[in-house]
Each structure stands twice: as structure tokens, then as C-alpha cells.
Antibody
Framework: EVQLVDSGGGLVQPGGSLRLSCAAS????????MSWVRQAPRKGLEWVSL???????YYTDSVKGRFTVSRDTSSNILYLQMNSLRVEDTAVYYC???????????WGQGTPVTVSS | DIQMTQSPSTLSASVGDRVTITCRAS??????LAWYQQKPGKAPKVLIY???ILESGVPSRFSGSGSGTEFTLTISSLQPDDFATYFC?????????FGQGTKLEIK
């Protein structure tokens, strides 16, 4: 069974850092497209990053240079390292599996990040 | 970036009604479009992908159509479980942007 479990969210001050984790089961993250998507409070969905199976990663403009996606293939975990956090990064962050040519088929449960002083 | 615009933002309807939600792209996305349903406090769930393909396990009352820049999601006969927020999303080129959402409310 495919499952994604998000963790690592919390309260952090502006300028701080946080690392989110997405533990995957039922499939190898290294063979799939994986994304992070966020949703600010009472707002819509925003695509943050897309990592291809080969490791190339796209980032949305607002997080370029601050956020980095990585993966541990032995543990089958996807990470989102978030540095220089801003108030506007406050959101629930979801890990998601992307099917090539078919959009997202599985989502994590989300982990909340609050950036506030 | 390709902008996705949904209409209406809010839709009030009754059980048994047929409803349609529209999604427009600022440039062609061919049929690289998905529809998701989201309930409060939960992750979205995919309903339709490639504009018109019903995800496995999704009730057949949901259907999608369109190509290029204009797309629709139709629910043929609303059920109580369908009251939720619906998002379209293109996956033509990165960033894969979402529409702003349509909240479907009970009339």
C-alpha cells in the first residue's frame, strides 16, 4: 500500500530554518516524481518543488535559493530543507507523489509550519 | 507562469443537483489538467487527470472535459459527501499551478 507520512513542521522565527520529512512506503521515491505542495491558512494550493527520478529538481520562484529538496534512498524519505524562512512561508506542507503525465495520485497528511516572531 | 482561474469561487447547490465548475488557463495546457477535491483539514484527493480520465475508485457522477485553455468538472447528481472545495491544476510546464478553488456549499 502506498503511504506518505509528513513530519517536521513547527513554529520558527523569521530567518530560521526547518527540515520537513516525508516517509514513503509502498514504492521507491528514487523511481518517482516527488513534490512538495503548500497551503497557507484559508488559502489555495501552491506547488513548491518537483524532484524527478534522476534527481533534478524544480523550485517555484518564491523559494529558490532558500529551500532544498533531497532524498535518502536507503530510508525512502524525501526531505525539504527550508532556510531563511519568512512569515509568508507559513502553511501546511504536503509531500506528494506525481505520476508522469497524470498529476498527483498520493498525498501525505501535511505538516504545519508557522513562521512568526 | 501559467495562471489558472476557476469559476465560480463559491457555489451553492442542493443534493441531486447537477453542477459544473470551470477552469481557464492563461495559455494552452493541452489536456495536462487534473481536478482535486479537498475537505477541511484533509489533503486533496484526485478526481480526474488528463482532463477527462476518472481516477480509479472515484464515483462516475464526476466527469471532466476540455482541452487547451478551458476545462470543466461536472458532478451529475450531488451527494452529501460532495460538499467540499475543488481545485484544478495544470501539469504542462513547471510550476504546476493550481486554480484558487471552488467551494461547493449546501443550499
Amino acid at each position: 500500500e502506498v503511504q506518505l507520512v509528513d513530519s517536521g513542521g513547527g513554529l520558527v522565527q523569521p530567518g530560521g530554518s526547518l527540515r520537513l520529512s516525508c516517509a514513503a512506503s509502498g514504492f521507491p521515491v528514487s523511481d518517482n516524481y516527488m513534490s512538495w505542495v503548500r497551503q497557507a491558512p484559508r488559502k489555495g494550493l501552491e506547488w513548491v518543488s518537483l524532484m524527478f527520478g534522476g534527481g533534478n529538481t524544480y523550485y517555484t520562484d518564491s523559494v529558490k535559493g532558500r529551500f532544498t529538496v533531497s532524498r535518502d534512498t536507503s530510508s525512502n524519505i524525501l526531505y525539504l530543507q527550508m532556510n531563511s524562512l519568512r512569515v509568508e512561508d507559513t502553511a501546511v506542507y504536503y509531500c506528494a507523489r506525481v505520476r508522469h503525465g497524470a498529476g498527483i495520485d498520493y498525498w501525505g497528511q501535511g505538516t504545519p509550519v508557522t513562521v512568526s516572531s | 507562469d501559467i495562471q489558472m482561474t476557476q469559476s465560480p469561487s463559491t457555489l451553492s447547490a442542493s443534493v441531486g443537483d447537477r453542477v459544473t465548475i470551470t477552469c481557464r488557463a492563461s495559455q494552452s495546457v493541452a489536456t495536462w489538467l487534473a481536478w482535486y477535491q479537498q475537505k477541511p483539514g484533509k489533503a486533496p484527493k484526485v478526481l480526474i487527470y488528463k482532463a477527462s480520465i476518472l481516477e480509479s475508485g472515484v464515483p462516475s457522477r464526476f466527469s471532466g472535459s476540455g482541452s487547451g485553455t478551458e476545462f470543466t468538472l461536472t458532478i451529475s447528481s450531488l451527494q452529501p459527501d460532495d460538499f467540499a472545495t475543488y481545485f484544478c491544476q495544470h501539469y504542462s510546464t513547471f510550476p504546476y499551478t493550481f486554480g484558487q478553488g471552488t467551494k461547493l456549499e449546501i443550499k
